[in-house]
């Protein structure tokens, strides 16, 4: 029962900590808080559905599809939606107050579309749906291959932000977005490319999620939640602690329901991501700063 | 005379940084004081602590015999202190009157209604402001604003008034004007600390100079005698002219 | 000055009795309408009451909305009504109490999120409550409170809602709200409480909220979390004021009123589209409409006015 809970604990957090780092390079470099990231994540699961259930393509394929497709809609959206607002915003809080309302809109649009096209239906697949034994414990084998594709995906991620050049001039300007510009960064260049790259993730993400989840078109919101909350327990703009307070999370979850009571899983989520915002803002890794 | 403000071995940390480190000085009732050292020698910081924007790490302040360290800035407003904003600070969703009635309505006169109205005018007036009375705030200048942001601080009729690089970047016309505002203010028993580059109105303005070079005091006493301390030359022209 | 401010308030009783005597004329269904429309009227007054000057975006409304309405359910068998409201209120304050005494550090994201979160955990909680101790999720509501009852009762609320918000609009604590929304540092400096002004208005504000689903909630009859914590409640008042503009009195009670009549057509000849055009919605006050209605038309009435007086020959400058 341990190593069960232990591994999809695992499974799970491995999960949201690749959904998270999404989130943290649109809010830690863009600095937009994109309230519509779970529709994101929820439209890339209903397109690995539909290519799996209409098209015979297997998921892993469909990653090579969805990935870009989330690149390129984050980059429509931040030219498109984002850009004017950044342009207008006086201060900091006028551009948050703007950006989630406009993301806000975007959520319900998206949800919309999927609504009208899916219906309010629980989704999900047969892909891979067989038993491994893993330390004498059965999981099934998509599982397992979600939490390859999220570590492979989520290192992949870190070695490009860490060792090139591009990377560190992105982390540049989630460190200081004001000076960046007087190395040569073009900081707004570089927060759509941050926000592109976000959309990519989250499509990563969905897919990872529809190989081994039921999904619907509304549950987008919980996703966006789940990966907030990660982000903040992580420090915004941090890679690493997205990693890790993602897998903290989905042990915690997986043990709440296991051990306590599946019915408060979400509670417990919430009361967690509560108690992050009023005592550690800055994070659980993070120092205040100033 | 005696001390309005007593200062003593005020301390602040950000992290592993000490910004300012064990200061400590005194400023009598109605004088005119200047905070002088390079930037980021800590300056704004003990402005910050004094009026209660952040607590001090350690230290302690007091205004007139009451210890004021470490109260919210709202408490430490309400004893007599009051200041402007190195960075302009106006209110931009409210008119130039209204920034000056924040001050007047909830400052120690509570002056509310038309009463305000009336005193905001007359703040406004001794600016040169109050033709502007009824525009909004965000429309002002960037002098206009500074104007208002002083005219909001005497409002609130402080007994210590915290200026924090007022007349960083004034025409030298307007430079002679606030000199001269700033000097009325004596007059009226007002005691000023105030944070400035501008050494011609330190000479004008103020009896006396502290200053800080990276967190210490290094210098306090009458402003030319100050000025000329070997440790204050060296601070502002670097170690080889000493 | 003293003429306008009593023609005004005669305006304003008149109003309010007028839209008193409205049951005797209004079908079964127009009065459902109008409970529903005075609902949400109040939920944006109120809500803009804290959230418009302070800027603080609260998604809390159906928290607020749902402890009120649940509290009616849970206790409509053991004691009388009036006393049901009382108690409905008392929580509601007391909740808004905790809540905004933890969340006055929170500001920007960190507040829109928390107040989100906070309505789904009170959410989740009471459905796990329902579920696991008194075994059953859904609750009925019987009570002795006629349609007409109700549209009196929130008449009386959105008419004390409106008159606090008047009130506060014309006060010492109004300006202080409006301080605190531009520069907290410069507010505290002032001398003003930021941290007392702000929980003070968050409870009112509140309790308002909590009032009018305490007092919807007998429509219903019967009740489950799902129903009474609906975020739509929170995203609808929010948008609400937004459109009509959360600075004024009457902004959220201009929003508030064609966009009910919109969602309501919405719902009944498009409830598949409903959400797209939310969205849209909010997109569209967001990047056309970002102070709300009543300062678009302000601004453009004085852009024309100062053209038109520009036109004038000899009195161009």
Same mark, same amino acid.
């Given at each position: ?43 890339? $699961? ?180 789940? @990966? ?13 602690? @997205?990693?890790? $307070? ?28 509560? @108690? ?15 | ?17 000490? =910004? ?14 200047? &905070? ?25 302040? =007091? ?13 430490? =407003? ?15 969703? &409210? ?26 005018? =007359? ?71 105030? !944070? ?35 440790? !204050?030359?060296?601070?502002? &022209? ?5 | ?10 305006? *304003? ?11 005797? *004329? ?21 809500? /803009? ?10 998604? /809390? ?166 129903? /009474? ?40 000849? *498009? ?47």
């Amino acid at each position: 029962m341990l190593v069960t809970a232990l591994l999809s604990g695992l499974v799970l957090g491995g999960t949201y900590a690749l959904v998270a780092m999404g989130l943290t390079l649109q809010y830690g470099i863009a600095r937009i808080m994109n309230l519509a990231y779970g529709e994101m994540i929820i439209s890339a $699961a209903f397109l690995a559905y539909v290519l799996y259930a209409d098209a015979g393509i297997n998921p892993v394929v469909g990653l090579l599809i969805a990935a870009p497709a989330g690149f390129l809609l984050g980059y429509v959206v931040y030219g498109v939606m984002m850009r004017p607002l950044v342009a207008r915003a006086k201060d900091k809080a006028s551009l948050e107050i703007d950006s989630i309302l406009a993301t806000f809109g975007l959520l319900f649009v998206i949800q919309g579309v999927l609504l009208v096209i899916f219906g309010a239906n629980f989704t999900s697949y047969n892909y891979l749906n067989v038993a491994v034994d893993v330390f004498g414990t059965n999981i099934a084998a998509n599982r397992l291959l979600a939490l390859v594709m999220a570590l492979v995906l989520g290192g992949g991620l870190y070695m490009l932000l860490t060792r090139t050049l591009w990377g560190t001039a992105l982390r540049a300007v989630a460190v200081a977005p004001a000076s960046a510009p007087l190395v040569g960064i073009n900081v707004d260049k570089a927060a759509r490319m941050a926000f592109a790259l976000g959309g990519a993730l989250a499509a990563a993400g969905g897919v990872v999620i529809s190989m081994y989840q039921t999904f619907t078109a509304t549950s987008g919101v919980v996703f966006t939640m789940k @990966a907030l909350i990660v982000v903040i327990m992580g420090g915004v703009g941090n890679i690493l602690g @997205a990693l890790s $307070a993602g897998l903290i999370l989905g042990l915690v979850e997986t043990f709440v329901a296991t051990y306590i009571d599946p019915g408060l899983t979400l509670a417990a989520t919430y009361g967690i991501f509560l @108690a992050i915002l009023l005592w550690r803002p800055a994070g659980l890794f993070g120092r205040a700063s100033r | 005379m005696t001390d309005l403000l007593t200062i003593s071995g005020l301390t602040r940390r950000f992290g592993g940084l000490t =910004a300012v480190d064990a200061v400590s000085f005194s400023v009598n009732r109605g004088e005119v004081v200047a &905070l002088l050292g390079p930037n980021g020698s800590g300056k704004t910081t003990v402005l910050n602590m004094i009026s209660g924007h952040l607590p001090p790490s350690g230290g302690t302040i =007091a205004l007139s015999d009451e210890m004021i360290s470490g109260l919210s800035p709202n408490r430490i =407003a309400l004893k007599g202190v009051a200041r402007t904003f190195q960075l302009v600070r106006g209110l931009p969703s &409210l008119t130039v009157a209204e920034n000056v009635i924040a001050s007047l309505a909830f400052g120690h006169r509570k002056l509310w209604g038309a009463a305000a109205r009336t005193e905001a005018l =007359a703040r406004l007036e001794e600016v040169g402001l109050a033709h502007r009375a009824d525009q909004s705030a965000q429309d002002l200048t960037y002098i206009d604003q500074k104007r208002m942001e002083l005219a909001r601080a005497l409002a609130a009729e402080p007994e210590l008034l915290l200026l924090d690089e007022w007349l960083a970047g004034l025409n030298p016309t307007e430079l002679r004007t606030g000199i001269e505002l700033i000097q009325s203010l004596k007059g009226r028993g007002i005691t000023v600390l105030l !944070v400035e580059h501008v050494m011609d109105a330190v000479r004008a303005l103020c009896d006396r100079c502290v200053v800080m070079n990276a967190g210490r005091k290094i210098a306090d006493g009458p402003t030319e005698k100050a000025l000329s301390h070997p440790d !204050v030359v060296t601070a502002y &022209l670097g170690g080889g002219h000493a | 000055m003293k003429s306008v401010l009593s023609l005004q308030v005669a305006l *304003f009783v008149v109003i309010v009795a007028a839209l008193a005597f409205l049951p005797v *004329f209004a079908s079964p269904y127009g009065l459902t309408l109008m409970i529903g429309m005075l609902g949400y009227v109040t939920l944006a007054t109120a809500w /803009a009451l804290f959230s418009g000057p302070t800027r603080y975006v609260s998604l /809390a409304t159906v928290a607020f909305f749902g402890i009120g309405a649940y509290t009616v359910a849970v206790f409509s068998e053991s004691m009388a009504y009036p006393l049901l409201l009382l108690v409905s209120a008392a929580i509601g304050l007391l909740v808004a109490s905790v809540v905004g005494f933890a969340t006055l550090r929170l500001a920007g994201v960190y507040f829109v999120i928390f107040t989100f979160g906070l309505a789904e955990l009170i959410r989740q909680l009471v459905t796990w409550y329902e579920v696991n101790m008194t075994g059953t999720l859904g609750r009925y509501i019987f009570l002795p409170v006629t349609p007409e009852g109700i549209y009196w009762q929130l008449l009386g609320l959105a008419a004390i809602t409106f008159a606090i918000s008047w009130g506060v609009g014309r006060s010492r604590i109004g300006l202080a709200l409006k301080v605190i929304g531009d520069d907290e540092v410069v507010a505290a400096h002032c001398g003003i409480n930021v941290a007392r002004v702000k929980l003070a208005l968050f409870a009112v504000s509140s309790t308002i909220i909590t009032l009018v689903g305490a007092i919807q909630a007998p429509r219903w009859t019967y009740v489950e979390p799902v129903i /009474a914590f609906n975020p739509t409640v929170s995203f609808l008042t929010l948008i609400m004021a937004l459109l009509g503009g959360a600075n004024r009195l009457t902004g959220p009670l201009l929003g508030a009123v064609p966009l009910f009549l919109l969602f309501e057509w919405l719902s009944a000849n *498009f409830p598949n589209h409903y959400s797209i055009i939310l969205g849209l919605l909010f997109i569209a006050i967001v990047f056309i409409l970002p102070r709300g209605v009543l300062a678009f038309a302000e601004e453009n009435w004085k852009r024309w006015r100062r053209h038109e007086v520009k036109t004038v020959p000899g009195v161009a400058e």
